[in-house]
């Protein structure tokens, strides 16, 4: 199935996530960044279950959402979220396409 082609709209959307990747980024990669990013994954639930049986309902839908904030901060620093983003607004770079060979 072919893809749909960006609208101008699009493009933009896609500069300006770009532009948020990059600044989590630089961020999150700083001493007191890793130390507060270190801290939201604890207080987010990333490495546990945010179902407790014993809790009521709410508190898992409150957990998750605390989860889901971090979850987007950790998938916005990767660098191939950056590079997909990078990927739709210019193309796929011919060495990629295979249409260039490597070396």
């Known amino acids: 199935m072919a893809e749909r082609k960006m609208t101008a709209a699009d493009v ?5 996530s770009i532009v948020l990747c990059e600044a989590y980024e630089r961020l ?8 507060v990013m270190a801290d939201l994954e ?7 279950t ?6 009521k309902p709410e ?3 409150f957990n998750e959402g605390r ?21 739709r607004v210019v193309g796929t770079p011919k060495r990629e396409q ?3 060979p490597n070396g």
């Open 59 to 61: 508190h898992t839908i």
């Open 67 to 87: 989860r889901s904030i971090v979850l987007h901060m950790r998938y916005a620093m990767r660098p191939e979220t950056r590079d997909d983003l990078v990927r």
């Open 50 to 55: 945010t179902y407790n049986p014993a809790a």
């Open 28 to 35: 999150f990669n700083t001493e007191d960044g890793k130390l």
């Open 12 to 16: 933009d959307r896609a500069r300006n």
């Open 42 to 48: 604890l207080r987010g639930c990333i490495n546990e």
């Open 98 to 100: 295979g249409e260039i």
